[in-house]
């Protein structure tokens, strides 16, 4: 059993920068590979990137490549989402979800949080 709990969103002005959170529960966090996705109401949820469970491994949504960066901290159980140079296209509640299968493209996560709205202004 794992639970996520995700926090740091907000309001910024687009160029700006947001680092999310996601605490995890329980001792077996290093063995979950992590992924973010996030959705704006009325459209699909999507996904943003994800990370293996030894952080080695990233991958991202070509959307975000090149701005939003993944990383963890097993000792805090805890994963990270740098967002930099936010668009207003990037207004969405964010996710973090684990599973014990790296999936770097998948939206078939065993777990999730419950979410942290993040609001880019023009």
């Known amino acids: 059993q794992v639970q996520l709990v995700e926090s740091g969103g907000g309001l910024v002005q687009a160029g700006g920068s947001l680092r999310l959170s996601c605490a995890a529960s329980?001792?077996?966090?290093?063995?979950?590979?992590m992924g973010w996705f996030r959705q704006t109401p009325g459209k699909e949820r999507e996904f943003v990137g994800a990370?293996?469970?030894?952080?080695?491994?990233?991958y991202y949504a070509d959307s975000v490549k090149g701005r939003f960066t993944i990383s963890r901290d097993n000792a805090k159980n805890t994963v990270y989402l740098q967002m930099n140079s936010l668009k207003p296209e990037d207004t969405a509640v964010y996710y973090c979800?684990?599973?014990?299968?790296?999936?770097?493209?998948?939206?078939?996560?065993?777990?999730w949080g419950q979410g942290t709205q993040v609001t880019v202004s023009s």
């Open positions: 979800a684990a599973d014990l299968s790296y999936k770097p493209r998948s939206e078939n996560y065993e777990y």
């Open positions: 329980g001792r077996t966090f290093s063995s979950y590979a």
């Open positions: 990370i293996s469970w030894s952080g080695a491994r990233t």
